[in-house]
Structures are given as C-alpha cells and as structure tokens.
C-alpha cells in the first residue's frame, strides 16, 4: 500500500511542478491590451500563445525610429514561421511620442509601411510601467532606459532576453536569438 501511495505523492508532486512551471511561463503575456485607435482589447497570451513574441517600446521622434523599418522587416521574414512583433508606443523618454493614437497609427503606416501588431499608448518606465512592462521588467532584471527596448519572449511564454535601444532589430545578436527560437 505504501507504494502506491508514494506514487500518487510523486504524481501530484509532479503535476503541482508542471502546472506551476506552466502558470509563470502563462503569466509573462497574460494580459490585455487595446490595439492602437482602436477599442479592440486582445488578451496577449490568448492571441500570441505558441509563438515567438517580440515586445518593443516605440516612438515616432527618436533617433532609433528608423528601427520601425527593420522590425517590420524581421515580422516580415519571420511571421510564417512563428515571430510575432509587438509595438507599445510610449512618451516616456525625451517627450518623442507627443501625438495622438490615430497620429502614431497613420505615421507608422504610411512612414514605415508597419503591419505588425501596435497597441496602445502605455507607460515602460520603472515606478510608472504599466502591468505588463512591469513583468517584463522583473523578468529581464531591467526596465527600458529608452524608447525601442527589445524583450524577446520564447514560444513557451518565457523570457529569452532583452535588448538596449542600441541594439538593431537585424543585429546578428538579436536575429541569432530569435532564429535559436524558431
């Protein structure tokens, strides 16, 4: 009889591990998010569970805003293969995302042709991040000093790395990890 309920023991043990590995993993993205001009609220998990998940704080007057380009040119290459890119344009550093949602949307668009995923205006830095840079933040070690920080997020929902500003959307360094993903 002990051995069987070792067994059990041992099972539920386990089951308790998974579940609790799963439910960290689950949370990182597990949060909601209205699209930009838009009053559509997607739940990011729900939306983007099993894929690779690029996170990125934008704005439209920064010297990295040419970045737009090269994220839309990595969603490009690598949607069909599971990359989704997120875009979260903030006014945080240096007041270089001044304009309105319908503003952001129509610049990205006409100016950098962007389809990838945007939503709306938020707040990434530290003591006034909205939930989930806040997560993202914890998880990394470290919160956006800038506009156009990276967090790359594996498709089991946890967090692979993050990225300075500095750091080029077609950098060996950035393509390499998101490749080593899909």
């Not at 043990?13 to 209205?34: P, V």
């Not at 920064?62 to 040119?73: K, M, P, R, S, V």
């Not at 949607?79 to 344009?89: A, C, D, I, N």
């Not at 498709?155 to 393509?175: E, I």
């Amino acid at each position: 009889m002990k051995p069987v309920h070792y067994r059990v023991a041992g099972a539920l043990l386990a089951g308790l591990l998974w579940s609790n590995a799963g439910h960290s993993a689950a949370s990182l993205l597990n949060f909601d998010a209205r699209k930009l001009g838009s009053d559509e609220v997607v739940n990011l998990q729900q939306a983007y569970a099993g894929r690779v998940v690029l996170v990125v704080n934008t704005a439209s007057r920064c010297a990295f805003t040419d970045q737009y380009a090269g994220l839309e040119a990595l969603y490009d290459a690598y949607r069909e293969r599971g990359l989704v890119v997120l875009g979260f344009p903030s006014n945080d550093f240096g007041n270089q995302e001044p304009g309105s949602e319908r503003q952001i949307k129509n610049f990205c668009r006409l100016t950098y042709s962007v389809e990838f995923p945007m939503f709306a205006k938020t707040t990434v830095r530290e003591g006034v991040a909205d939930p989930l840079f806040r997560r993202l933040a914890e998880a990394a070690g470290r919160y956006p000093q800038w506009n156009f920080h990276k967090y790359l997020i594996g498709r089991d929902g946890r967090l692979v790395g993050d990225y300075v500003s500095a750091t080029a959307p077609q950098s060996t360094q950035l393509v390499g990890a998101i490749e080593a993903q899909l």
